[in-house]
C-alpha cells in the first residue's frame, strides 16, 4: 500500500495549489476593484470641490449625468447612489454614516462642510472565496474517493494477478485463482483458471510421453548395452588369441579386435549421450541472476500457501533466520520451494510444515520439513532421478519429475539438495545449499 501513498499526496498538493491560486486570484480581483471604487470617489470629491460648494446636489446631479463612469471604470466599481448631507446635519460620530457604504468627506477653507455617501451593490468576494474553497475541497474528496476505488478495485488486483500468467507459462506450479465477481476481472480470472486448466493438462499429456519416450529410449540403450559388452569380450578374445588352434596372438587379428572394441566404445558413449540428452530435455531452465533480500522468498511463501494451507488446515510457520540480500535466480528458488511444497503437501500427514531460509558462513540454507510418510532408506538414493516415484507414492498423482526438477535447479545455481529423515522429530527433510 505504501507505493500508493505518493499518489495521494501528489493529488492533495495539487488541490492545495488550487486553492490557494483561486484565493489567490478572488482577492486580487478584489484589490483592483476596490481600487478602481476609492479613484471614482476621489474624482468626484476633486470635481465638486474644485467647482463650489454653494450648491452641491445641483453640481453632483450634472457631474452624474455628464460623465459614463460604466465604460471607464466598469459597471460594478459604479456607485448605484450618491448623496450628499451637510455636516450640520450629522450627529454622532462621523463613522455612523457608514452603514455598509463609503463616505467622503468634503472640505471648504479647512472646514467640513458635509459628506458624500456613495452606495455600491453588495460585494459577495469572501462568499466567492468559500464557495471556490468548498467546491475545491469538494473535487478533492470525490478525486480521492475515485483514485482509492480504482486503486482497490482495478490497481490493486491486478498488481496481484500481474505475475500469474507469467508463473504458468513458466510451467510452475500455481494453484487455481479464486472465484471472484468483480466485473473488471471476473471474466479474466475465470479465463486464466481455464488456461491454467488447459495447460496443466497438456503439460501433464507431455510428461507422459516424455517419460514413455525417456524409458523407450533407456529400454534400447540398456539393451544395446549387454550385446555391446559381449562384443568387446569377444573382441578381447580374438586379441588374446583364444580362437587360434595355436593360442598364439595374431597381429592381424589383434588389429581387427581394437578396431572392433574401439566402435563398441563408441557405441556405448553414443547410448551415454542419448540417455543424457533425453533426460535433460525435461527440465528447462536457465539462471537470471538478480539481487533480492531473502524476506522476498518468505513473502512468495505466504502469498502462494496462506490460503490453500489454511482451507486445507495444514499448519505451517516460516523462519527467516537472516534478512540478507542474496545474488541469485529468484524464480529458481522459488521453483525449488514449489515443488518441495506440493511434495510435503501430497505426502504429508497434515500435522505441520515448516520452512526455513538462513545464510551460512559458506552459503545460503532453504529447507521444508513435514511429517508423514517416510521415504525407505534403500530408495533415498533415487529421489532425485526423472520420473522415478518411491513406494510411498503408490496412491497420489504425480510424474516423478518434481524433485528431478529441484535438483536440476539446485545445481544450475551451482548448488545441491539432499534429503534426511530426522528421527528426533519423526520428519522428513529437503535441505537445498546455495554457495554464496
Not at 468627506?105 to 458635509?114: F, H, P, R, V
Not at 541469485?328 to 505441520?352: C, F, H, P, V, W
Amino acid at each position: 500500500m505504501r507505493k500508493y501513498i505518493g499518489k495521494y499526496i501528489l493529488l492533495l498538493v495539487i488541490f492545495l495549489a488550487l486553492g490557494i491560486a483561486a484565493f489567490m486570484f478572488v482577492t486580487s480581483s478584489q484589490n483592483r476593484t476596490e481600487g478602481q471604487r476609492h479613484t471614482l470617489m476621489n474624482r468626484v470629491a476633486g470635481d465638486l470641490s474644485s467647482k463650489g460648494l454653494s450648491d452641491v446636489d445641483a453640481e453632483l446631479d450634472a457631474l452624474v449625468s455628464s460623465n459614463d463612469w460604466e465604460a471607464e471604470y466598469g459597471r460594478n466599481n459604479v456607485p448605484s447612489d450618491i448623496r450628499f448631507i451637510k455636516a450640520e446635519n450629522v450627529s454622532g460620530p462621523y463613522s455612523n454614516l457608514l452603514n455598509g457604504n463609503s463616505v467622503w468627506s468634503l472640505s471648504e477653507d479647512g472646514e467640513i462642510k458635509g459628506f458624500l455617501v456613495f452606495s455600491f451593490k453588495d460585494d459577495h468576494a469572501a462568499m466567492t472565496i468559500v464557495i471556490c474553497e468548498i467546491l475545491i475541497a469538494a473535487c478533492f474528496i470525490v478525486s480521492v474517493l475515485f483514485f482509492v476505488y480504482i486503486d482497490c478495485k482495478v490497481i490493486m488486483p491486478f498488481n496481484r494477478l500481474s505475475d500469474y500468467p507469467e508463473r504458468i507459462a513458466r510451467n510452475e506450479n500455481a494453484d487455481a485463482l479464486p472465484e471472484s465477481k468483480n466485473r473488471y476481472f471476473g471474466r479474466y480470472i475465470w479465463g486464466m483458471n481455464m488456461l491454467r486448466d488447459r495447460l496443466s493438462g497438456d503439460t501433464r499429456k507431455l510428461r507422459q510421453l516424455e517419460k514413455e519416450q525417456l524409458t523407450l529410449v533407456s529400454t534400447i540403450a540398456h539393451g544395446i548395452k549387454t550385446p555391446v559388452a559381449n562384443i568387446k569380450l569377444y573382441s578381447e578374445a580374438i586379441k588374446s588369441g583364444l580362437y587360434r588352434e595355436d593360442g598364439i596372438p595374431d597381429a592381424k587379428d589383434a588389429e581387427v579386435a581394437e578396431k572392433i572394441t574401439k566402435n563398441a566404445d563408441d557405441i556405448t558413449g553414443l547410448v551415454k549421450d542419448l540417455l543424457d540428452s533425453a533426460s535433460k530435455g525435461v527440465v528447462v531452465f536457465e539462471p537470471s541472476v538478480e539481487a533480492f533480500y531473502l524476506t522476498e522468498i518468505e513473502d512468495f511463501i505466504k502469498r502462494e500457501y496462506d490460503n490453500r494451507l489454511s482451507v486445507l488446515r495444514i499448519p505451517y510457520k516460516i523462519e527467516t533466520k537472516s534478512r540478507v540480500m542474496i545474488n541469485s535466480d529468484k524464480s529458481g528458488i522459488t521453483r525449488i520451494l514449489t515443488q518441495l511444497m506440493e511434495n510435503a503437501i501430497k505426502y504429508g500427514d497434515g500435522r505441520g510444515i515448516t520452512i526455513t531460509v538462513d545464510k551460512t558462513e559458506d552459503g545460503y540454507i532453504f529447507s521444508v520439513r513435514d511429517t508423514g510418510s517416510r521415504i525407505p532408506d534403500s530408495e533415498m538414493p533415487y529421489v532425485f532421478n526423472s520420473f522415478w516415484r518411491g513406494s510411498n507414492a503408490a496412491d497420489v498423482e504425480g510424474n516423478g519429475l518434481g524433485l528431478y526438477e529441484a535438483s536440476f535447479i539446485a545445481r544450475k545455481l551451482g548448488g545441491d539438495i539432499e534429503v534426511r529423515y530426522l528421527e528426533e522429530t519423526e520428519e522428513t527433510e529437503f535441505e537445498v545449499f546455495l554457495p554464496l
